[in-house]
T-cell receptor, first 113, second 115 residues
Framework: KAGVTQTPRYLIKTRGQQVTLSCSPISGHRSVSWYQQTPGQGLQFLFE???????NKGNFPGRFSGRQFSNSRSEMNVSTLELGDSALYLC????????????FGSGTQLSVL | AQSVTQLDSHVSVSEGTPVLLRCNYS??????LFWYVQHPNKGLQLLLK??????LVKGINGFEAEFKKSETSFHLTKPSAHMSDAAEYFC?????????????FGGGTRLMVKP
């Protein structure tokens, strides 16, 4: 069974641009969560989607948004990029909502210049 | 509110010696606690999970952790370190008051294993 797939693996953008990251969960998994990892702030929860609905949201500005499709694939979007948005963005999937066993992808490394 | 403190940002051991990675947590409710490992350029992998069934939890690759409520600790141990254990380790808490998978991560401990 394939693991959690995140694309692209690396991205370079400039300030003010927007970016979309993609996550394909493990087949059969219906919940997708997103985390941001930076050297300064560590790993922080962004949001969680289940059945195409955002169920939880972390403490991030409205520039960070996401969505989930009917096949459970998820995308997250960051608009008006800032230098501080440079980070590794990790996606995790689980079978069900509140299923605490998460499987993580390898992440998308975003660099904002 | 919940929080996790990993007491050491770096731990260095020799191959074949014991590993101890320390974690203290704070939670208003009975938490679920986890240890995840992250190898370079890889995603996070679940090592073990505590959910109140037993205070000593055995995980993968010979790791185990003991939940001590009186000390609010959940330290990770392994009797004998292997070179392949070199990675970053995260202690994580999930508060049951929050439905879903909103995990709170500790700052991480980088484990170095010397030959």
């Amino acid at each position: 069974k394939a693991g959690v797939t995140q694309t692209p693996r690396y991205l370079i953008k400039t300030r003010g641009q927007q970016v979309t990251l993609s996550c394909s969960p493990i087949s059969g998994h219906r919940s997708v969560s997103w985390y941001q990892q930076t050297p300064g702030q560590g790993l922080q929860f962004l949001f969680e989607y289940f059945s195409e609905t955002q169920r939880n949201k972390g403490n991030f500005p409205g520039r960070f948004s996401g969505r989930q499709f009917s096949n459970s694939r998820s995308e997250m979007n960051v608009s008006t990029l800032e230098l501080g948005d440079s980070a590794l963005y990790l996606c995790a999937s689980s079978l069900e909502f509140s299923d605490e066993k998460l499987f993580f992808g390898s992440g998308t490394q975003l660099s904002v210049l | 509110a919940q929080s996790v403190t990993q007491l050491d940002s770096h731990v260095s051991v020799s191959e074949g010696t014991p590993v101890l990675l320390r974690c203290n947590y704070s939670s208003s409710y009975s938490p679920s606690l986890f240890w995840y490992v992250q190898h370079p350029n890889k995603g996070l992998q679940l090592l073990l999970k505590y959910t109140s069934a037993a205070t000593l939890v055995k995980g993968i690759n010979g790791f185990e952790a003991e939940f001590k409520k009186s000390e609010t600790s959940f330290h990770l141990t392994k009797p004998s370190a292997h070179m392949s254990d070199a990675a970053e380790y995260f202690c994580v808490v999930s508060d049951i008051s929050n439905a879903g998978n909103m995990l709170t991560f500790g700052g991480g401990t980088r484990l170095m294993v010397k030959p």
